[in-house]
């Protein structure tokens, strides 16, 4: 009887000592593609800012594609943080506004540019 229950209960370890490390797989590919989905969304908003300090027009459908890089990165962090890839999508609606929210709106919502891209690698860190 104990070696029966070994014979099946041997297989059935391996299969989930199996799935434990597949799922730690997913994980680090998860968190490398979030990583790499924040680095472009902070990289074009970046140089969106500094086209217009340089004297650009505003640019809607560049300011959609800003949009869409930060519902990316939203969507890349939900199952680090919650929270964070909530913040990240009120950061893709600010940039599907037209970016013309007031700084204190900005603040309340926790969206100010440097702080999600900080609060983004520590969730991934």
Known sequence: ??????????PLMIAYAQEIEQNKRMSEQNKK??????SKAFIETEGYYAGRATGQTKDVAKEHEV??????????????NIA???????????WREGAA?????????????????????????
């Open 1 to 10: 009887m104990i070696i029966e229950s070994l014979a099946v209960l041997g």
């Open 33 to 38: 593609e979030a990583k790499l989905a924040l």
């Open 67 to 80: 949009a869409a890089l930060w519902d990316n990165v939203s969507i890349c962090m939900e199952p680090f």
């Open 84 to 94: 964070l890839a909530h913040r990240l999508g009120q950061k893709s609606r600010f």
């Open 101 to 125: 929210w007031s700084d204190e709106q900005i603040k309340a919502a926790k969206i100010q540019l440097d702080m999600v891209r900080r609060d983004g690698r520590v969730a991934l860190s």
